[in-house]
């Protein structure tokens, strides 16, 4: 049997507004920081071109299919609060997938935050925690799988995950840490028993990243060359993990992505040996094959799978030890609304923003980033970490 396990971020970001050095020390209150008009313009075009008639395919091919196609989420914080201030017809939309009983959910931090790049995890589990209270609110369901910012995963972060109750745990299928062995199977961490599911990055990026590339030798790509393409694969299982934005927003409808998604089961399924399964399913099924050992952090971002997309750079260090420096001083404040606040600005697009990549990498940066170049964001995002801190003066 070889499984294919389909999972989906889902996450939205939180846009800063414009904030000069002029403003540093201004009457301003916190909300003033955050570009909500912005915000809501991108998640209300992202709903409809994206989340809302992807969720009602996917309920569609569920049903037809008596449960047997299994999709997994992880939804971040920012983007459960977006659905509730914005659109509270996309949670609704969501928790009707999940009744199915055909789909997992995935536990991560609440802000889509590096706090797992910090140097104690505290504020790294109390996100994880608020992310799990926030599961259990709205789905009445305790994840059994995590998945990290961006898939960002070291041993450390292996052994706290394990630590705090989690039977398995993604990241990147990278041969940084497999060298000449296959994704396509589960493994260990060198420090505990959490199972690790490693993302088959090939695959996942023909259709995230290639599907609509006319120059790509494999384009079209079609449902049935995809899975066959699959059930070609040696291993226990596939892990296809992507945006969930793939579908109508980065790959648009006319380049057929909703109809490779709604043939995809049917051709799996003609082979006799393939399912699809949840990641919860996965790690219950499935045994290890191996350890691996990962001392330095990876990911699933950038061409150089590690965390040089958040951190790459003068400029990202310097706000990221900002961003961690000053968070002491506001957990000793102890005011909920700065706490908010600075949990916000955690969120890891900030830094995603400040990168100076080039080639490719720097494509997919500035595609996503709202400010005119990578100076622009530093400048920004620094200014309103400068107020902050002026405040707590």
């Known amino acids: 049997m070889t499984s294919v396990c389909l999972y989906f971020e889902v996450h939205q970001p939180i846009r800063l507004n414009h904030f000069s050095v002029f403003h540093i020390g201004g009457k301003n209150c916190y909300s003033e920081y955050f570009n909500r008009k912005l915000n809501e313009d991108i998640f209300t075009k992202v709903a409809k071109k994206c ?13 037809k299919y008596d449960g047997r196609f299994r999709v997994s989420f992880s939804l971040t914080g920012t983007f459960v609060d977006y659905c ?4 509270p017809e996309v949670l609704d939309s969501f928790k009707e997938i999940f009744k199915t009983g055909a789909v997992d959910m995935i536990e991560e931090t609440y802000y889509h935050s590096l706090s797992s790049l910090f140097d104690e995890l505290d504020e790294f589990e109390e996100q ?38 989690y039977k398995g745990i993604i990241t ?20 505990s028993d959490i199972k690790v599911l490693l993302r088959n990055y090939t695959l996942s990026d023909d259709v995230g990243f290639r599907f609509s590339a006319r120059m790509w030798k494999d384009w079209p790509l079609t449902a049935d060359k995809y899975a066959n393409w699959m059930a070609n694969t040696q291993g226990d299982l596939v892990n296809l993990f992507m945006d969930y934005e793939t579908f109508g927003e980065h790959q648009w409808t006319e380049t057929g992505i909703f109809n490779f998604l709604r043939y995809l089961p049917e051709e799996v399924f003609k082979h006799e040996h393939m399912d699809f399964v949840t990641t919860s399913t996965a790690v219950e099924r499935y045994q290890t094959v191996g ?35 000053l968070g002491r001083q506001i957990k000793e404040k102890g005011d909920p609304e700065l706490i908010r606040t600075w949990r916000k600005l955690q969120t890891s697009d900030h830094l995603y923003y400040c990168s100076t990549k080039g080639l490719a990498d720097g494509d997919v940066h500035a595609y996503f980033s709202p400010y005119d170049g990578p100076y622009d964001g530093f400048i920004n995002y620094m200014n309103i970490l400068q107020d902050i801190k002026h405040r707590l003066k």
């Open 51 to 63: 989340y809302l008639p992807t969720n009602n395919l996917l309920i569609e091919l569920i049903r």
């Open 84 to 87: 509730k201030n914005f659109m």
């Open 128 to 165: 994880v925690r608020m992310h799990r209270d926030m599961i259990a609110d709205n789905f009445n369901y305790i994840p059994k799988v995590f998945r990290n910012t961006e898939a960002i995963f070291d041993n450390r972060i292996a052994k706290k995950a394990s630590d705090m109750g």
């Open 172 to 191: 990147e299928g990278t041969e940084k840490i497999l060298g000449w062995r296959s994704p396509n199977y589960l493994y260990k961490p060198v420090n």
């Open 291 to 325: 350890e691996i050992d990962v001392p330095w952090a990876i990911s699933w971002a950038d061409a150089d799978r590690d965390v040089s997309t958040w951190l790459g750079n003068d400029m990202q260090i310097a706000c990221f030890n900002e961003l961690k420096n």
